[in-house]
Structure formats: structure tokens, C-alpha cells
């Protein structure tokens, strides 16, 4: 994957099921932006599923894969959340939470038996998700007169940008999203047009 892409959930996943020796594994992977949204998807599944023992999870967030956080709930050591976490660096997706509900089936798996078992439901989860690649974008803001409105728009459909927002009042005011990796060079070709008030955000 390049620099300047992240790959994230688009929408929550379908719920997988996985089953080891009397136990049942529920799998969900949830979109998230933050810990908020990852509290209320944990609390949804707690009142899903009340009677079972232990929710597992992983997650990362930040477009740069900035942070993330696993948890065993009761289960030992590493043998939960890091294998769950570890799917989420095969699929190299961020902004995602993956949960993993367990029903103890009454026979005890053992530390091997409960990293597959976690992981193999992980992944089925993973792979029931639709999973989108995006730019890391950065932005100007573009001010100019109405008679520069045609000089901005061919700079906008040469380099194939986006343009996010637009006021059309006395004057025009763009904002404009460059994908990182060719930010420097686009952005000095708006600052080299005269009449272009051009301004990083």
C-alpha cells in the first residue's frame, strides 16, 4: 500500500460465526472514528449478546495508523486481542473495530486452540466486510475573482482534484483536496497563476 492511502470498514460487517469444541464465536467489525463510536458499538454488543463471557477486541485508528488498543476480556494473556489485532495489520485497515464475542462450550481450548479460534474469527469477519482504499488528501483555499473561475477549473480537471467546497459571492473561494504525494508540486502551480489568492490549510 502507498504512503499517502488508508484502507478502512465502509460499513459495519455482517455477523460471522466460528465453532470449536462447543464454543461459538461471534465476529462483527465495526467503522469507527474514535473511542466514543467504539464504546457505543461495544455496548450494542453487550446488550446483544448479555450471557456471553467475553468480548475480544482490537482497534486502530488514525489515517497514518496512529493508535490502536487490544483486549483479552478474562481470556489469558495475548490470546485474544493480539490475534485479532494481528488481522487487522493482514487486512491493513485503521479507523476499524473488531469484536469477538465468545460462549463458552465447556471444553477449554488452551492458549493455541483459543489464538486460532480468535483469529480464524477475526478474519472471517474481516473478509464479510467491504473494505475501501483512500488518499490521505491535504488542502488549499482558493480566492480569485470571476474572471480567474475558468484558470482555477483547468488546473482543478488537469490534475484531477477535488474540489470540497465552493462560495460564489463577490468573489470565488474554493477549497481544493490534493492527494499528499503531489501536494508541493500542485499547490505551486495555483501560487505561480497571478490573481490566485492561494492559501494551505
Same mark, same amino acid.
Given at each position: 500500500m502507498?504512503?499517502?492511502?488508508?484502507?478502512?470498514p465502509k460499513s459495519?460487517?455482517?455477523?460471522?460465526?466460528?465453532?470449536?469444541?462447543?464454543?461459538?464465536?461471534f465476529?462483527?467489525?465495526f467503522?469507527?472514528k474514535?473511542?466514543?463510536e !467504539?464504546?457505543? *458499538?461495544?455496548?450494542k454488543?453487550? *446488550?446483544?449478546?448479555?450471557?456471553a463471557?467475553?468480548f475480544?477486541?482490537?482497534?486502530?485508528?488514525g489515517?497514518?495508523?496512529?493508535?490502536?488498543?487490544?483486549?483479552?476480556?478474562?481470556?489469558?494473556?495475548?490470546?485474544a &486481542?493480539m490475534p !485479532?489485532y494481528?488481522q487487522?495489520?493482514?487486512?491493513e485497515?485503521?479507523?476499524?473495530f473488531?469484536v469477538?464475542?465468545?460462549?463458552?462450550?465447556g471444553t477449554?481450548? &488452551?492458549? &493455541?486452540?483459543?489464538?486460532? *479460534?480468535?483469529?480464524?474469527?477475526?478474519?472471517k469477519?474481516?473478509? *464479510?466486510?467491504? !473494505?475501501?482504499t483512500?488518499?490521505i488528501?491535504?488542502?488549499?483555499?482558493?480566492?480569485?475573482?470571476y474572471d480567474?473561475?475558468?484558470?482555477v477549473?483547468?488546473l482543478?480537471?488537469?490534475?484531477?482534484?477535488?474540489?470540497?467546497?465552493?462560495?460564489l459571492?463577490i468573489?470565488?473561494?474554493?477549497?481544493? &483536496? !490534493?492527494?499528499?504525494k503531489?501536494?508541493?508540486?500542485i499547490?505551486?502551480?495555483?501560487?505561480?497563476?497571478?490573481?490566485?489568492?492561494?492559501?494551505?490549510?
Open positions: 502507498k504512503k499517502d492511502e488508508y484502507k478502512s459495519p460487517s455482517e455477523e460471522v460465526l466460528f465453532k470449536d469444541k462447543g464454543s461459538k464465536f465476529g462483527y467489525v467503522p469507527v474514535d473511542e466514543n !467504539i464504546e457505543n *458499538a461495544l455496548e454488543l453487550r *446488550a446483544k449478546h448479555h450471557k463471557r467475553h475480544c477486541y482490537a482497534w486502530q485508528l489515517k497514518n495508523y496512529d493508535s490502536y488498543k487490544v483486549n483479552d476480556d478474562g481470556e489469558p494473556n495475548n490470546s &486481542g !485479532i494481528g487487522l495489520q493482514a487486512f485497515v485503521t479507523n476499524c473488531v469477538v464475542v465468545r460462549y463458552f462450550g477449554k481450548l &488452551g492458549v &493455541g486452540g483459543l489464538i486460532s *479460534a480468535y483469529k480464524t474469527t477475526a478474519k469477519a474481516l473478509e *464479510a466486510t467491504k !473494505i475501501e483512500h488518499t488528501d491535504k488542502y488549499i483555499q482558493v480566492n480569485c475573482e480567474m473561475m475558468n484558470e477549473m483547468r482543478v480537471k488537469a490534475h484531477d482534484l477535488e474540489i470540497t467546497s465552493q462560495e459571492k468573489d470565488c473561494k474554493f477549497i481544493i &483536496g !490534493i492527494r499528499q503531489d501536494f508541493d508540486d499547490q505551486q502551480r495555483f501560487q505561480q497563476v497571478y490573481g490566485l489568492d492561494v492559501q494551505v490549510l
